[in-house]
């Protein structure tokens, strides 16, 4: 059974750097083929993806946001982490990592965490 | 950047209704289309892979179709647990693209 759950601030202030986690179990992230995305979604609004990091430690980037993002991979701890620097009023979002293999769709999710930015 | 979007943005309708909701991708995608359904406040749930694969455990009265730019997911009868918004992405290349969601009413 495959689960992921995210963890972190919960609010965090303008300029600071966010880090969140993504703790997952019922799979390997040194498997063929398997990655994991982060995307976010501000309220009431759209989904956004953002990052995807690959079992080969392929990574890739949102555009407009390559510059703030880091996605890493620790394989022994069965986590990813995406840290954003310079994180804004309008990066308030529940940010979401899921699960993908063989492709770029997303077959299982973590359940989300809601950051605020607010001073 | 390939960007994807769907019609209607809502649509109101009745249990047992067939339900259809359309997304455009702005250059081909060949069939690199999946399709999610959300509910408020839980995370988007896999219905279609590959425009017209049904992810597994997921009725078979959901069903996607096209190929290249224009994709359609049908609900054949809606259900009262299918009042949701539903959105598509393209898979085909980086970045990827969610459609703007398309939110299921009842009417």
């Known amino acids: 059974q495959i689960t992921l759950k995210e963890s972190g601030p919960t609010l965090v202030k303008p300029t600071q750097t966010l880090t969140l986690t993504c703790t997952f179990s019922?799979?390997?992230?040194?498997?063929?083929?398997?990655?994991v995305g982060w995307i976010r979604q501000p309220p009431g609004k759209a989904l956004e993806w953002l990052a995807l990091i690959y079992w080969d430690d392929d990574k890739r980037y949102s555009p407009s946001l390559k510059s703030r993002l880091t996605i890493t991979k620790d394989t022994s701890k069965n986590q990813v982490v995406l840290t954003m620097t310079n994180m804004d009023p309008v990066d308030t979002a529940t940010y979401y990592c899921?699960?993908?293999?063989?492709?770029?769709?997303?077959?299982?999710w973590g359940q989300g965490t809601l950051v605020t930015v607010s001073s | 950047d390939i960007q994807m979007t769907q019609s209607p943005s809502s649509v109101s309708a009745s249990v047992g209704d067939r339900v259809t909701i359309t997304c455009r991708a702005s250059?081909?995608?060949?069939?690199?289309l999946a399709w999610y359904q959300q509910k408020p406040g839980k995370a988007p749930k896999l219905l279609i892979y590959?425009?017209?694969s049904l992810q597994s455990g997921v009725p078979s009265r959901f069903s996607g179709s096209g190929s290249g730019t224009d994709f359609t997911l049908t609900i054949s009868s809606l259900q009262p647990e299918d009042f949701a918004t539903y959105y598509c992405q393209q898979a085909n290349s980086f970045p990827v693209a969610f459609g703007q969601g398309t939110k299921v009413e009842i009417k």
């Open positions: 899921a699960h993908t293999r063989y492709g770029v769709h997303f077959d299982y």
């Open positions: 250059q081909g995608i060949s069939s690199w």
């Open positions: 019922g799979f390997s992230l040194s498997t063929s083929g398997v990655g």
């Open positions: 590959a425009a017209s």
